[in-house]
Every structure is written in C-alpha cells, then in structure tokens.
C-alpha cells in the first residue's frame, strides 16, 4: 500500500491540475466565434472541397505493401540482437522469413501494385 | 539462453502444414506468372500439395511431440486433423476446377488463399499454446473473409465478404481479449501451464479467470457458428461462391472446432462446472434456432448455412457433456459431418454448372430426371445430415446423444431428439423437390470428371464411414486419447513403460 501511495499521489496531483487548468480556461477565458474560426484547419490554407472524397485504392496498395516491409524488418531486429544464441536454427528460421517475403514481393510486382500508369 | 529456454524444434512435425503453406506460395507465384485462362491450372498445384500434406500426416501418426517450446503438439489428435482437413480441402479443390473459371474468380487467388486457410485450420489443431491457436484462427479466417468476397461482380458475394469480415473481426476481439485474461490470471499463454495453476491453485474462481473462459467462449462460438453468435452465417454462406461456403462450412467448422475441443474438453476441463452451463445455453439455442431457421428457407444454401447452425448445437451438446467418453464421438461426428457437407455442396456447384440456375429449392425440381446421379447422391447427403441410420450422420448423432445421456442430461438430450425430428422436414423436402416435382426440362449437361470424382469421395465415406464405423470411432478414440494423456502424466508415463 506505502509503496504505492507516491503514486497515487501523482495521479490525484495530475488531475487536479488538468482539471483546474480546464475550469479556469472555462471561466475565465474570452470567447468569440466567427466564420474563420470555425473552418476546418488545413495548415493555414483556405480549405477546398469536400471531406468526402475518394483516394485512389493505391494508396492502400501502397501502404499494405509498405506494412508488409516494414513489419519484415521488425521481425528481423529480435533476431540480429540474439543472432549468436539461436546459431544456425535462427538462420535457417530468417532464411525462410525473408524468403516468403521476397515471394510476396514478386507477387506484389507481378500483381501491377507499383505500376502507376 | 536461459531466457530463450530449450528451443527443441521438430521440423518432422511441422511437415504437413508446412507443405500446404510452401504449396500456397508456390501457387501464387507460379499463377501470378501465368495468363488468367492459363492460371486455372494452379488448381492441380493445391491439389498434388494438399494431397502431399495428407500423405505426410499419416506417415507421421504415432507421433507425440511438443516442439516450438510448447507451440505445437503433435500427436494423435493433431495427426487426425492434419489428414482430415487437407483431404476436405482437397475435395474442395477438385470441384472448384470448372466452377472457378464459370463465375471468373482469380484463379490464383482462389487456390493461394484456399491453401493459406486450410495451413490456419491445420495449426489451429495442432496449437499448443493460445497465441498459435489464434494465429491459425486469424490464418483462417482472413483468407476466408477475402474468398468470400472473390466474385466481385456480384454484390452479394461482396456483402458476405464484409458481413463476415466485421462479424469475424470483432469476434476475434472477443477471443483475443479472452486469451489476454486468462494469460493474465495464468501467468502464461502454454495451454499445458494454464491447465496447471487452474488445477493447482483453484483459480477458477478467480473473476479473470471466469471473464476469460467467458470472453473465449463467446470468441469460438462465432467461429463455429453457434446460437446467438450465428447471425453472420446465413448471409455469409448465401453471398459467397458456392466452393468458398463448402469451406466455410467444412474446413472452418473442423478447424475451429478442433481448437475449441482441445482447449475446453482438455485443458479447461476443471473448469466444467463453470462452462457446462453456458454450453448447455449455446447447444439448446443453437439447434433450436438452426432447425427451426432453416425450415424457412428457399435457398438451399441458406437452409445449409441454418443446418450447420444446427449441427453445431449437436456438436455443442456432445462438448456440455464434457467426459472423455464424448472425445471420440465429436471427432467421429465432426468426420460424418464434413463429408455429407462437402458432397451436398459439390451437389450444388454441379447443378449450377449444369443447369445455369441458382441455388433456390425450385432450382433442384425435377433433377432426378435431369440428373439422376446427382440427384441420387445429393438425397445421400440429406438423409446423413438428417441422421438416418445406415449413414455416417445417424452413427455420430447416437454416440453424441447417448453419451450426453449417460452424462445426465436428459433434458438437453430430449431437446436435441426433438429438433432431429424437426430438421428431418427441411432435409427431406429437397428429396421431394427433386424426385416429386417437375422442374423445366434442362438439356445442357456438363461433364466434369474432377467434380465426379470429388462427389464420389464425399458419397463413399458417407456411406462406409456409416456402415462400418469401427475403425473411424477407434480411430477418434485413439486421437483423443492421446490428447488427453497431458491430463494424466503420472499413467501416460507408466504406459509408455
């Protein structure tokens, strides 16, 4: 219980000072809406067009295929650290990984995904 | 190395459904080099795999290991399922040859993803711990959801591919978070380790514990389709390809509910008195709802997807009952159950071939004149869904319900023998469609020997795994037992000396 009570401590602190800091700004801060204010905000540009638009399925493509990658060499890094304990067994076991990879890769290419014509 | 553990890896044992997985990826590289009429004939590459892996299962029965740290048992039980589910699958295959290329599905596609599914359903039966059943499930499933999906010109197809991605998705939810409570009131995610500390340290009644098997319960019970998780399934075997519902209704079935007997049945058995209740719920709902359902329908594939409804109630009951008597009997059902499935479904593609028509019940009118060899076959097929005696259907249904009685439940026993008789009505009434009713005289006749051929298979094991049930129920005796040895190690030792 003692040892976790500077814990709870801190989460009763931090609340408090959110939750002071939110009703203080509540109160007392000025308000005022006009047109401007309530455009939706688009890095200072003038926002154009619909929210509803459609993206090109390459984009999904796209992003699959770089998930795939990318998680790839996730799965790598726990290996490169314990590279000398798992010998020959891990090798053969990456060997494999990365080659199932590269045959989605082949697939991915074969498929037209990064064809952008 | 002390944190890694003994890492024993037993590559022998991974050998079947490593040859699907490796057949899956050979499929899809070698049909996506391939023009779209020519990449039809990747279907013989998943078969000669899928055959391979069945081959590769039964040379390595008699088995018992447990490698990958405890991912992956091999034994009897898992050599049961790594032959039956290739050899589904490959039913699967040699009736999807013309069908495939009739409704102008990617043909490389369609054998890749039916090849990664059938690697999922193996794992799932052969998991040793919670994160290898799930990745099977997931294996499974996804492949399942995009297969549903495949004929993309039709919207129908396309719904059931989103119905049954969202339902699918959210129930894995379910089990996942299952698996996480459990995981976190166990200590560990080995099925042989959460066994223990539930006998040991009678946690059970520890609320994560109960939230867990609960969460788990639910999670399963879509996959396999029980009442009231069921809601996916009509519009997910109607939408599909008729070859995608065969191994939605098949595969996944045997595939889920292999994990789901080996976790629950094995491993959470002392648990029972918690799980009994809520399986009781799930067996009566399931049956009642399924049969009741499927009376209605005019699709036949609709009134398949409430009769498999049905049949997991059935199954569902044999599991309330809980003892190892019932093991064997599940397993032998589970065998009825897939081929009558599968040749029912064969039925169908051939008469959408065939005739150019649907799958409505007047679609089928008159068929024993048109074709009396399917209509024949397909009459086989309902009365072993119904149970008649002589057939695989009539055999599992007794040994279910008669072990479910000596067990002392009467009440779920009698209410399962009363939905029998009412299922016997939807069953029959596409006997008297065929057989009793004129239907539209239809000339045009397509031979398609591998759909024979597939027919013939789904038509002989019905009838001889009916007729001469032995060696199956020893054989479904002998799988289960060996996945129940974990439970007793102290007499598994002494028998092996």
Same mark, same amino acid.
């Given at each position: 219980?003692?040892?976790?009570?500077?814990v709870a401590l801190?989460?009763?602190?931090?609340?408090?000072?959110v939750g002071?800091?939110?009703t203080?700004?509540?109160?007392?801060?000025?308000?005022? =809406?006009?047109?401007?204010?309530?455009?939706?905000?688009?890095?200072?540009?003038?926002?154009?067009?619909?929210?509803? =638009? =459609?993206?090109?399925?390459?984009?999904y493509?796209t992003?699959?295929l770089?998930?795939?990658?990318d998680?790839?060499v996730?799965?790598?890094y726990p290996?490169?650290?314990?590279?000398r304990?798992?010998?020959a067994t891990?090798?053969?076991?990456?060997g494999i990984f990365i080659?199932?990879?590269?045959?989605?890769l082949?697939?991915?290419l =074969?498929?037209?995904?990064?064809?952008?014509? | 190395?002390?944190?890694l553990?003994?890492?024993?890896?037993?590559?022998?044992?991974?050998?079947a459904?490593?040859i699907?997985?490796?057949?899956?990826?050979?499929?899809?590289l070698?049909?996506s080099?391939?023009s779209e009429d020519?990449?039809?004939?990747?279907?013989?590459?998943?078969?000669? $795999?899928?055959?391979?892996?069945a081959?590769?299962?039964?040379?390595?029965?008699g088995d018992h290991?447990?490698?990958?740290g405890g991912?992956l048992?091999?034994?009897?039980?898992?050599?049961?399922?790594?032959?039956l589910?290739p050899v589904?699958?490959?039913?699967?295959?040699?009736?999807?040859?013309?069908?495939v290329a009739?409704l102008?599905?990617p043909?490389t596609?369609?054998?890749?993803?039916?090849?990664?599914a059938?690697?999922g359903?193996?794992l799932?039966?052969g998991?040793?711990d919670?994160?290898v059943?799930?990745?099977?499930?997931?294996?499974?499933?996804i492949?399942?959801?995009v297969?549903?999906?495949m004929?993309?010109?039709?919207?129908k197809?396309?719904?059931?591919g989103l119905?049954y991605?969202l339902l $699918?998705?959210f129930?894995?939810?379910?089990?996942?978070?299952g698996? /996480?409570l459990?995981?976190?009131a166990?200590g560990s995610?080995k099925?042989?380790?959460v066994a223990q500390?539930?006998?040991k340290?009678?946690?059970a009644l520890?609320p994560?514990?109960?939230l867990g098997l609960?969460?788990?319960l639910?999670g399963?019970?879509?996959?396999?389709a029980a009442?009231p998780?069921?809601v996916w399934?009509?519009?997910?075997?109607?939408?599909a390809?008729?070859?995608?519902?065969?191994l939605?209704a098949v595969?996944?079935?045997?595939g889920?509910?292999?994990?789901?007997i080996?976790?629950?049945?094995?491993?959470?058995a002392?648990?029972?008195a918690q799980?009994?209740g809520?399986?009781?719920a799930l067996? /009566?709902?399931?049956?009642?709802?399924?049969?009741?359902?499927?009376l209605?329908?005019e699709?036949?594939k609709?009134?398949l997807?409430y009769?498999?409804?049905?049949?997991?109630?059935?199954?569902?009951?044999?599991?309330t009952?809980?003892?190892?008597?019932?093991?064997p009997a599940?397993?032998?059902y589970?065998?009825?159950?897939?081929?009558?499935?599968?040749?029912?479904?064969?039925?169908?593609v051939?008469v959408e071939?065939a005739?150019q028509?649907?799958?409505?019940?007047d679609d089928?009118?008159?068929?024993a004149?048109?074709?009396p060899?399917?209509?024949?076959?397909?009459a086989?097929?309902?009365?072993?869904?119904m149970?008649?005696?002589?057939l695989?259907g009539?055999?599992?249904?007794? +040994?279910?319900?008669?072990?479910?009685?000596e067990s002392r +439940?009467?009440?779920l026993v009698?209410? !399962?023998?009363?939905n029998?008789?009412v299922?016997?009505y939807?069953?029959a009434?596409?006997?008297v469609?065929?057989?009793?009713?004129?239907g /539209?005289?239809?000339?045009?006749q397509?031979r398609q020997?591998?759909l024979l051929?597939a027919?013939a298979v789904?038509a002989?094991a019905?009838?001889?795994? $009916?007729?001469?049930?032995?060696p199956?129920i020893s /054989?479904?005796s002998?799988?289960?037992?060996? !996945?129940e040895q974990?439970?007793?190690?102290?007499?598994?030792a002494?028998?092996?000396?």
């Amino acid at each position: 219980m003692t040892t976790w009570f500077p814990v709870a401590l801190m989460t009763a602190f931090a609340a408090l000072v959110v939750g002071l800091m939110v009703t203080i700004n509540a109160i007392v801060g000025p308000r005022s =809406r006009d047109p401007v204010k309530g455009e939706a905000f688009e890095c200072g540009n003038p926002p154009s067009g619909s929210a509803w =638009r =459609r993206f090109s399925v390459h984009f999904y493509l796209t992003a699959i295929l770089f998930l795939v990658f990318d998680v790839e060499v996730v799965f790598l890094y726990p290996w490169a650290v314990t590279i000398r304990q798992l010998g020959a067994t891990g090798l053969v076991e990456a060997g494999i990984f990365i080659v199932l990879m590269l045959a989605g890769l082949i697939y991915a290419l =074969r498929r037209g995904m990064l064809d952008w014509s | 190395m002390q944190a890694l553990g003994p890492l024993i890896l037993s590559w022998r044992s991974v050998l079947a459904p490593g040859i699907v997985a490796l057949t899956a990826v050979v499929t899809m590289l070698v049909g996506s080099g391939l023009s779209e009429d020519e990449s039809e004939s990747v279907g013989w590459i998943a078969l000669t $795999g899928l055959v391979a892996a069945a081959i590769a299962s039964l040379a390595a029965s008699g088995d018992h290991i447990v490698t990958f740290g405890g991912s992956l048992i091999i034994d009897d039980y898992t050599a049961f399922f790594y032959l039956l589910i290739p050899v589904c699958s490959a039913v699967v295959v040699l009736f999807s040859f013309d069908y495939v290329a009739a409704l102008g599905l990617p043909a490389t596609e369609y054998y890749a993803l039916l090849l990664f599914a059938t690697t999922g359903m193996m794992l799932m039966a052969g998991a040793g711990d919670l994160i290898v059943m799930f990745l099977g499930l997931e294996t499974m499933s996804i492949s399942a959801y995009v297969m549903a999906a495949m004929a993309q010109r039709d919207p129908k197809s396309s719904e059931a591919g989103l119905k049954y991605f969202l339902l $699918g998705a959210f129930s894995t939810g379910f089990l996942l978070y299952g698996i /996480a409570l459990l995981y976190g009131a166990t200590g560990s995610i080995k099925l042989e380790a959460v066994a223990q500390m539930v006998r040991k340290h009678s946690i059970a009644l520890s609320p994560f514990v109960l939230l867990g098997l609960g969460l788990i319960l639910v999670g399963f019970g879509f996959k396999v389709a029980a009442a009231p998780f069921h809601v996916w399934t009509p519009d997910a075997y109607e939408g599909a390809p008729t070859s995608v519902t065969a191994l939605m209704a098949v595969g996944i079935k045997l595939g889920a509910f292999a994990g789901f007997i080996r976790v629950l049945l094995i491993y959470l058995a002392p648990l029972h008195a918690q799980w009994s209740g809520v399986l009781w719920a799930l067996a /009566a709902l399931s049956m009642t709802v399924g049969n009741l359902a499927a009376l209605a329908q005019e699709n036949i594939k609709r009134m398949l997807a409430y009769s498999a409804i049905a049949h997991a109630g059935y199954i569902l009951v044999g599991m309330t009952a809980g003892r190892s008597e019932v093991g064997p009997a599940l397993l032998y059902y589970l065998l009825g159950y897939a081929f009558a499935n599968l040749g029912a479904f064969a039925v169908l593609v051939a008469v959408e071939q065939a005739q150019q028509s649907g799958t409505k019940l007047d679609d089928l009118s008159g068929l024993a004149r048109n074709h009396p060899m399917l209509a024949a076959a397909m009459a086989l097929f309902m009365l072993s869904l119904m149970g008649m005696p002589p057939l695989a259907g009539f055999v599992g249904k007794f +040994y279910i319900f008669s072990v479910a009685l000596e067990s002392r +439940y009467v009440w779920l026993v009698i209410i !399962a023998t009363l939905n029998s008789v009412v299922s016997a009505y939807y069953y029959a009434r596409v006997i008297v469609a065929m057989y009793m009713r004129e239907g /539209a005289e239809r000339q045009a006749q397509t031979r398609q020997p591998t759909l024979l051929f597939a027919l013939a298979v789904a038509a002989l094991a019905t009838v001889i795994i $009916g007729l001469l049930p032995h060696p199956y129920i020893s /054989a479904s005796s002998a799988a289960y037992a060996s !996945a129940e040895q974990v439970l007793r190690p102290a007499t598994a030792a002494l028998q092996t000396k």
